[in-house]
């Protein structure tokens, strides 16, 4: 019985010294060869080809998004100088706890019946929400100023609540943090 034993785990050691000394032959080779021989050539001339066709694709996708952002910054700028001309803007941010009965496509405007208060964009079809932290045009608004030093001074919202650009609007309407009681 011990002699069975003996063959059972003089055999688990001859297949440990064969992977070893596979291993030990790996060890020398470099990664680009060891996938090689892995990989027939057939293989490689198709993802090779494969390669070309996607960058050729996104070549042509870099084209379109280069000339479509062209036509958007031309857009925007006409947009701009027109707001700036007569000086109505119509995608002007506002806040509230009903959206507005008619937007326009592109205003903002900021549920302030949430906590924490969640921003909105009206994109033609619908209202969808976007993260404040990365949007702080709205943060403009005069009255939206106003309507958050009273909800800090009541309150009803913390200092926490407030986005860092929400906080730096605010700030120049602040008298020696007497307002939020501080």
Sequence with gaps: MANKHFNILLEKYRIALQRLEWALGQIDKKPTEIIIEKVNNAKLDELSSEIANLLAELDRKDEIIASLTAGSL????????????????????????????????????LRVDTNPNKLYKFNGNKWILVDRKLNSNYTIDKKLAEYMINALKKGEMEWNDLTEAEQNAIKPYLTKEKNLGR
């Design 74 to 109: 031309r857009n925007t700028i006409e947009v701009e100088t027109a707001i700036q001309e007569d000086g109505n803007d119509t995608t002007a941010p506002s806040f509230g706890t009903q959206f507005p009965s008619n937007p326009s496509i592109g205003q903002q405007f």
